[in-house]
């Protein structure tokens, strides 16, 4: 069974702050796949990145960052310059080698994020 | 935006009560999905519809169903609705099913309370 765990329930920080959400995954599918998406107060799940397990390299655009490592399996994301328009609730998500097609995409449960002025 | 529209955005039922809630894809996108996320909780999958067939499904009872059209539209019932089915029902489309990895965007969600 896959499994994604989001330690952070709640981070607050100071705007222009550095913050780093955590995200650890569990599966025993070889080819997967990791998302990171963003839920604002809408409801509207935004997509921020999708990742393949073969793909190791470390991404960022902008001021976010994404640091992936199989060996602890985490996939762990970063703003810098923290902003108020980022408070939100930030979702990792696993899906298997189908991509999440039929066995849909696993969930953490969120870290909400507060940028205060 | 993502391009996929859901309707309506909030409604109420009574318990015993069923639902339908509508979903139109991004343009493009022939595969459809449908997750319920309750308060505080990430969203969990109930089912998925590629060519108009539910071909993947969570852990969810039957009296979650689901069509999809051939436009490509989709439609989430639930029959019976019980009070634990208060929740936000997201949709997803995506372009085909069983490719490698591609990227899945959902609509606005429906707020459903159960009373």
């Known amino acids: 069974a896959q499994k994604v765990t989001q330690a952070q329930t709640e981070i607050s920080v100071v705007e222009k702050e550095d913050v780093t959400l955590d995200c650890v995954y569990e599966?025993?599918?070889?080819?997967?796949?990791l998302f990171w998406y963003k839920q604002p107060p809408s409801g509207e799940l935004v997509f921020l990145i999708r990742r393949n397990s073969f793909d190791e390299q470390n991404e960022i655009s902008g001021r976010y960052s994404w640091n992936f490592q199989k060996s602890t399996s985490s996939f762990n994301f970063t703003i810098t310059a923290s902003q108020v328009v980022d408070s939100a609730v930030y979702f990792c998500?696993?899906?298997?080698?189908?991509?999440?097609?039929?066995?849909?995409?696993?969930f953490g449960k969120g870290t909400h994020l507060i940028i205060q002025p | 935006e993502t391009g996929v529209t859901q309707s309506p955005t909030h409604l109420i039922k009574t318990r015993g009560q069923q639902v339908t809630l509508r979903c139109s894809s991004q343009s493009g996108h022939n595969t459809v999905s449908w997750y319920q996320q309750a308060l505080g909780q990430g969203p969990q999958f109930i089912f998925q519809?590629?060519?108009?067939?539910?071909?993947g499904r969570g852990n969810f009872p039957p009296r979650f169903s689901g069509l999809q059209f051939p436009n490509y539209s989709s439609e989430l019932n639930v029959n019976a609705l019980e009070l634990d089915d208060s929740a936000l029902y997201l949709c997803a489309s995506s372009l085909a099913y069983g490719g490698a990895g591609n990227t899945i965007y959902f609509g606005e969600g429906s707020w459903l309370t159960v009373v």
């Open positions: 998500a696993l899906s298997g080698h189908s991509g999440g097609g039929a066995d849909g995409l696993t």
């Open positions: 599966t025993r599918d070889t080819t997967y796949y």
């Open positions: 519809y590629y060519r108009e067939e539910e071909n």
